[in-house]
């Protein structure tokens, strides 16, 4: 008893019943773990980029804005702007601001004192910039968006700057109108969000005319 034993315990694991087992149920396994890699991890990957730069090459390579052979931008992510010949964009709640590596907004909840005063210091800044203009100031002008990265503004945000734009740049403001509805977005199918003008390509519009 003590040699079987003892020629028992010397068996390698592999030819050992229970070990043949095992491996039986071990190697479907590891090949279909790496079947699986290859397949979700590689192949997929490679699939959809392909198709994503034959069929939507602009999207794929993150919208960019390129002017005189150079990116300048992304229609997907806002820049800021504070020179008066330009319009605004809706501030940031990123830092530093519109930073894509960052996405997030203010959290500052509407009885916060510290959105009271951001609101405040943005709405003195937008009539230092342009004093002949009274009327209300609209909301996504002094307040960020959930992403702090919106590249768009409310046509109603545009046209409140539009005369300060006008006048800084000695342009006609059906002019400058006129461009504002050309680089207006709207709703998805005519159904989904709301009209946005896209601050950004707006405002290389701007320095695309000749006077």
Do not use: C
């Amino acid at each position: 008893m003590a040699l079987d034993v003892k020629y028992e315990a010397s068996r390698p694991v592999s030819a050992h019943p229970k070990g043949r087992a095992m491996f039986a149920q071990l190697r479907p396994a590891l090949v279909l773990l790496a079947a699986l890699t290859l397949l979700t991890g590689v192949a997929y990957p490679l699939l959809i980029t392909g198709i994503a730069q034959a069929a939507f090459p602009r999207q794929a390579n993150g919208s960019l804005i390129v002017k005189d052979g150079k990116p300048v931008g992304s229609s997907l992510i806002g820049q800021p702007f504070d020179d008066v010949k330009y319009f605004w964009s809706r501030p940031s709640g990123t830092a530093p601001a519109y930073n894509a590596a960052s996405s997030t907004g203010t959290n500052l909840g509407p009885t916060n004192p510290a959105l009271t005063d951001a609101v405040r210091q943005r709405i003195l800044a937008l009539r230092a910039a342009d004093p002949d203009t009274h009327g209300p100031v609209p909301v996504d002008l002094v307040t960020a968006s959930g992403s702090g990265l919106d590249p768009h503004i409310s046509p109603a945000a545009a046209l409140y700057q539009l005369p300060r734009v006008a006048r800084a740049r000695g342009l006609d403001v059906q002019q400058v109108s006129s461009l504002i509805a050309e680089h207006t977005d709207l709703p998805q199918l005519g159904l989904f969000g709301e009209p946005g003008v896209n601050v950004l390509e707006l405002n290389l519009a701007l320095d695309a005319l000749k006077k």
